[in-house]
């Protein structure tokens, strides 16, 4: 993104090509073989000495902690592809039949039919965003937000010949079930939470209110105090008999960006940041996820995993800039930045670059820091990393260019049309 903003496309379609060249190769992990649409979740360049040339040497979870195959890698791909075509105004890449195909592939994987009742894509733990045993698996919040995300910008970037068509409208059908799913059973604000307080259990029938079976019993303490009565967010899972209450940060954001969230919705996530300042920004932004898991659950959840100690790492962790399992790193200040511009309130973005300057320099450009309020560096974080400078410095160029946004964000489609309602149940 830091690239494309400065003029240098040319290394992004360098990047894009290699990358798709890299998806065609065999990809097996302990003689399993993985879907023909997977992304590498990184590559390394090694160098030959005796024959003076560069080879890559790409990773599709062989290597990885748990050897786990990133699930966002592919969306990453296909978002950036479209982030060229923004903001060069070249279509020729798109249109070139290697980069059709590889979203043709990639969408292969996400749009197979199944036992699946729900739009929502299944993915497995370990295979997103926090990629350590943290619980988050089923449907994550930041899967089917990058993945509502990445079907907008296949769409306007597949050709409508006989290979793209049926891809076309599987994605137009696909999108208007996610966001009616998403924006009904994935919003919490007050009055949600109050209803599913009050939810009844053990409901059958297409008439059911609470569909996925909520037991009230289930809902954390923390959540009573930390829900405002103006603002809301989109939680972090829901399936069936299980609704994870968590905040996290690189699903809401994106929801706001992608158009996922509504307009109300997305002013209601921004009102959330300030409203919760303390717990969710704190002295350094952004926190990854809140609360952080503690005590018994961490033991249980986490697996006693020394890293994700309370308010560590994954675990609650602050992250001016983040790497996710994908080639592509994905920055948390950046996105709370495109957020706030997208929604007209840049002073937020403003407030929280000003923390991060405080900071990162001195600190040594960290990976993360650690503590309820971010204020101290990791304890194992490694210094001068690439995504926390870059997520710093396409903050900044936002912040000084807002139509830079435009290679990133996406209106709203109108014919989506969002579903805000209140739920039956408070009634009865």
Known sequence: MAFLMNGEPEIVKNFLLKTVLLQGWEKKVDR?????????????????????????????????????????????????????????GDLTLAERPECQKAMRLILSLCLSEGFDTFPTLLCADGCCMIDRRMGVYGYPIEIQSLFFMALRCALLMLKHDAEGKDFVERIATRLHALSYHMRSYFWLDFQQLNDIYRYK?????HT??????????????????????????????????????????????????????????????????????????GEMPLKICYPAIENHEWRIVTGCDPKNTRWSYHNGGSWPGYCTL????????????????????????????????????????????????????GKQARKFQTWSIAGYLVAKMLLEDPSHLGMIALEEDKAMKPVLRRSASWTN
């Open 326 to 377: 994908c080639y592509l790193d994905l920055l948390l200040l950046w996105l709370l930045t495109a957020a706030s511009i997208k929604t007209g309130q840049p002073q937020i973005a403003r407030r929280a670059i000003d923390l991060a300057e405080r900071r990162l320099l001195k600190d040594g450009w960290p990976e993360y820091y650690d503590g309820k309020l971010g204020k101290y560096v």
């Open 208 to 281: 059911a209110v609470n569909k996925f079976n909520v037991i009230p019993d289930s809902i954390p303490d923390w959540l009573f105090d930390f829900m405002p009565c103006e603002g809301g967010f989109f939680v972090g899972n829901v399936s069936p008999a299980r609704m994870d209450f968590r905040w996290f940060a690189l699903g809401n954001m994106i929801a706001i960006v992608s158009s996922l969230a509504t307009p109300e919705q997305s002013m209601a996530i921004m009102d959330l940041i300030e409203e919760r300042w303390e717990e969710l920004i």
């Open 32 to 88: 399993f073989k993985l879907g023909e649409g997977a992304m590498p979740a990184s590559f390394k360049v090694l160098h030959d000495d005796k024959k003076g040339v560069d080879t890559l040497h790409a990773d599709f979870g062989e290597s990885a902690i748990g050897r786990v195959a990133p699930v966002d890698s592919g969306f990453w791909w296909i978002i950036l592809l479209r982030a060229y075509t923004k903001s060069t």
């Open 201 to 205: 259990t053990e409901e059958y029938s």
